[in-house]
């Protein structure tokens, strides 16, 4: 449960910025507009890989240390 609670916020933040757009045709605000969601799209799984992977007490006490 606490898992899709994490996970619902961080898939829709990138699906509502996809779906509404640039509301401006200002070429800042498409700019910024582009940034965000390109930037969203590239580093989600960068964010579910540090959040449940790399951060997880449970992932980290199996894994053997690293030395």
């Known amino acids: 449960m606490k898992a899709a609670l994490v996970l619902l916020p961080l898939l829709g933040a990138n699906q509502i910025l ?7 045709t200002s070429p800042v605000h498409l700019a910024l507009w582009s940034f965000a969601s390109f ?7 960068l964010i579910f ?3 449940y992977c790399f951060c ?3 992932v980290r006490s ?6």
């Open 56 to 58: 997880n007490s449970d």
């Open 39 to 45: 930037a969203l799209t590239g580093f989600q799984g």
């Open 49 to 51: 890989s540090l959040l």
């Open 18 to 24: 996809g779906i509404t757009g640039p509301f401006s």
């Open 62 to 67: 199996t894994a053997p240390p690293a030395h």
